[in-house]
C-alpha cells in the first residue's frame, strides 16, 4: 500500500474495537463481533443505526439437529464470545471472535468452532472479513441449512441498487412492504405495494429472489446513496468456498436496503444442498474473505460511476486471488495451491468422425463423488474455469486435497467426470492432457425441443400479469424472474398440457419455459373427489384419490 497514506491504528474498549486507516473507521462489538458502524467520507455510519447493534453487520447461521426434515431450522447470529487481536501493525489489522462449543451446549448451539475475522488494510476503502467453521470427530451430528454475512445500510441514504450493468433500479422502501403499505402474495418474501411512499412504486411486485444470481457471475453488488454520493459494495473474489458449483442461484441484495454474501443456501434447490454431518464426521471450511468495498464521488458526479469503480475493485480482487495477508493457517497462499491443465474432446461419431474440442467447456474440479455430483456437493471447495474454443482449460489456484475432475459442454447433452481422483500437493503443476467426453447416445438425433445448455433461455417465457410485474424486468433479457409466471401457464393452456407437434412447433414460441401444473391436473382431482362423493362411502368400487401438492 503506499506510504502516503496514514498507518492503521487499532482502539479496543471495554464492548467495541476499532480499526482507523484514516479512509474509513471500523466499529465492531466486543467480544461478540458484530459490525456495528462504519464510519467513512464524513459520515458516522453507513449501517442502520434505527437497528440493534447485532442486527447491522453480522455473520449467521441456519442449523438444525440431524434428522430433521425441511430447510427451516435454527437461526444463529454466531455471537463471538473471546476476542483477539491477530495482526497489529503499520500495514494490517487483523481481529479474532470466537465461539467454541463443548458437550454442555448440545441442542442448545450449533456443534461448531466458529472464528470470526476482520481484516484492514493500510490505504484500503474497506475492510475484508473470513470465518472458520470447524466440526471435531466426537461431537454430534447436526444441519446446515444457510451461512451468510449480512450488512443493512441506513435506509434514509441507501436508495439506488445494483447487481450487474442490466440489473440495477431505484429500489422501494422496506416500510413499503408492511401490511398498510403493501399486499401480501403466494410466499413471505413477494409484496405487491399497493400503498408505498414513494408513489411510482405503486403496483409492482417486490421480491428477494428477483435479485438472486448465479454463482459464476456474482461477483459486485451492493447500493449507492445519491446525497451524498457514496458507494456500498460486498466483492467476492472467489466462488471457491461456495456450495452447489457455478450454476447455483444465491441472493444478493435486496430491499432494506441490506446486501448479502450467501456461502451455502438451498434456495432454488430445497433438502438436496442441506449440509448434513454425521456423528464423529470431522470437518473444517473457510469461508471467504470478502471485501466490503466504499467509494465515493464529488458532487455533480454522475452517481452510475460508483459502479464502474466497483466493477474495477472488483477486477482487482479477483487478479489478486488468493489473498495474500490473511493470517489464518487456514487460508492456504498461492504457494501452498496446485494447478491442473489440459484438453476437453469430445467423441460423438453420429456427429464427427474426429474427436472434436470442448469449446468453452465448463471444467472443474469438487469432491470425489458420482457423474454431476458437483452440483449438490456442500461440504468442499470447488474450482471452476472455461475452456477455449480448443478445449484447453487451466484450473489454478486449488487448495490441496482429492478431487474429482468434473465438466460439461453447452450444446452437449451429460456431464463428464475424468476415471481417477486427482490429488492436489503445494506447487504441483498436473497435467491431465487429452480427455474426451462420449455422450451418452443410442443412435442419431431425430429431433430436440431446446438446446442442452443448462439454461431456459431459449423456450417461451410469457409477459407477467400486468398487474404483478418488476419494472426492471419488462422487456429484459431476465424476464422469466417476474413473479407469478407459474399461474400463466394455466392461463395460456386452460384446458390441460400444452402439445409441442415436431416439424411444426418451435421451442422458441410453443414450449413453456417451465415445467409447471396446469390447473387442469386441480380440476381432475377437484372432480375425482366429487365423484366418490356421490359414490358413497360404502362403495365397493377400488379407487383411491391421493391429495396432490401442487404449491
Not at 447470529?77 to 487483523?94: A, D, H, L, P, Y
Not at 478445449?391 to 487448495?399: A, E, L, T
Not at 463428464?416 to 506447487?427: E, F, L, N, P
Amino acid at each position: 500500500m503506499s506510504m502516503s497514506f496514514p498507518g492503521l491504528q487499532l482502539h479496543i474498549e471495554d464492548q467495541h474495537v476499532v480499526m482507523d486507516n484514516g479512509i474509513l473507521q471500523v466499529n465492531i462489538s466486543n467480544p461478540e463481533g458484530m459490525v456495528t458502524g462504519i464510519e467513512y467520507n464524513g459520515i458516522d455510519n453507513l449501517l442502520e443505526i434505527l437497528n440493534e447493534e447485532s442486527n447491522r453487520g453480522y455473520w449467521d447461521l441456519v442449523w438444525n439437529v440431524a434428522g430433521s426434515t425441511g430447510t427451516k431450522g435454527i437461526f444463529d447470529r454466531m455471537e463471538g464470545t473471546s476476542f483477539k487481536v491477530i495482526v497489529e501493525n503499520e500495514e494490517q489489522v487483523e481481529l479474532s471472535f470466537t465461539r467454541l462449543w463443548d458437550p454442555s451446549m448440545e441442542g442448545k448451539l450449533v456443534p461448531l468452532n466458529i472464528d470470526k475475522r476482520y481484516i484492514m488494510l493500510r490505504g484500503s476503502s474497506g475492510f475484508y472479513s473470513y470465518a472458520i467453521y470447524e466440526h471435531l470427530e466426537e461431537w454430534p451430528a447436526f444441519n446446515i441449512d444457510n451461512t451468510r454475512i449480512a450488512f443493512k445500510l441506513r435506509e434514509d441514504m441507501f436508495h439506488y441498487m445494483a447487481i450487474a450493468d442490466n440489473r440495477q433500479r431505484f429500489m422501494p422502501l422496506p416500510e413499503d412492504r408492511l401490511p398498510d403499505r403493501g399486499q401480501a402474495l403466494a410466499y413471505p418474501e413477494a409484496v405487491l405495494l399497493v400503498n408505498p411512499v414513494e408513489p411510482d412504486f405503486k403496483g409492482e411486485v417486490d421480491d428477494k429472489y428477483q435479485y438472486a444470481c448465479e454463482n459464476k457471475d456474482n461477483r459486485v453488488h451492493g447500493w449507492i446513496s445519491n446525497n451524498p454520493s457514496v458507494g456500498f459494495w460486498q466483492i467476492t473474489a472467489s466462488d471457491e468456498f461456495r456450495s452447489g458449483g457455478p450454476l447455483k442461484q444465491c441472493l444478493t441484495s435486496h430491499v432494506g436496503p441490506t446486501t448479502l454474501a450467501i456461502f451455502h443456501s438451498v434456495h432454488y434447490s430445497g433438502e438436496d444442498l442441506i449440509l448434513k454431518f454425521g456423528p464423529n464426521e470431522p470437518w473444517k471450511k473457510v469461508f471467504g474473505p470478502v471485501f466490503i468495498y466504499l467509494n465515493s464521488l464529488t458532487d455533480g458526479d454522475d452517481p452510475l460511476l460508483l459502479w464502474e469503480d466497483a466493477k474495477q475493485q472488483m477486477i482487482y480482487e479477483v487478479q489478486t486471488w488468493p489473498y495474500s495477508f490473511p493470517a489464518s493457517e487456514d487460508f492456504q497462499s498461492a504457494d501452498q495451491r496446485g494447478s491442473v491443465c489440459g484438453r476437453l474432446l469430445i467423441q460423438d461419431r453420429y456427429i464427427s468422425e474426429e474427436n472434436v474440442p470442448g469449446n468453452c467447456a465448463y471444467v472443474g474440479l469438487a469432491l470425489p463423488g458420482n457423474v454431476g455430483s458437483w452440483q449438490r456437493e456442500c461440504k468442499g471447495y470447488q474450482f471452476w474455469t472455461r475452456a477455449d474454443e480448443d478445449g484447453y482449460f487451466s484450473i489454478n489456484n486449488i487448495r490441496t486435497g482429492d478431487y474429482n475432475l468434473y465438466a460439461w459442454v453447452p450444446g452437449v447433452i451429460g456431464d463428464y467426470q475424468y476415471d481417477a481422483v486427482i490429488t492436489i500437493d503445494s506447487g504441483c503443476e498436473i497435467d491431465v492432457g487429452d480427455v474426451v467426453y462420449e455422450p451418452p447416445r443410442d443412435g442419431p438425433t431425430l429431433w430436440e425441443i431446446g438446446i442442452p445448455d443448462r439454461s431456459a433461455a431459449e423456450f417461451y417465457v410469457p409477459d407477467p400479469d400486468p398487474k404483478l410485474i418488476n419494472k426492471l424486468y419488462v422487456n429484459h433479457p431476465d424476464k422469466f424472474r417476474q413473479y407469478g409466471l407459474w399461474e400463466r401457464y394455466s392461463q395460456l393452456y386452460p384446458d390441460g398440457d400444452l402439445v409441442y407437434t415436431i416439424g411444426t412447433c418451435h421451442y422458441g414460441k410453443d414450449w413453456f419455459f417451465a415445467q409447471v401444473t396446469s390447473n387442469a391436473g386441480r380440476q381432475l382431482i377437484t372432480h375425482m373427489k366429487e365423484l366418490l362423493g356421490k359414490l358413497g362411502s360404502n362403495s365397493a368400487w377400488p379407487m383411491r384419490v391421493e391429495p396432490i401438492n401442487y404449491d
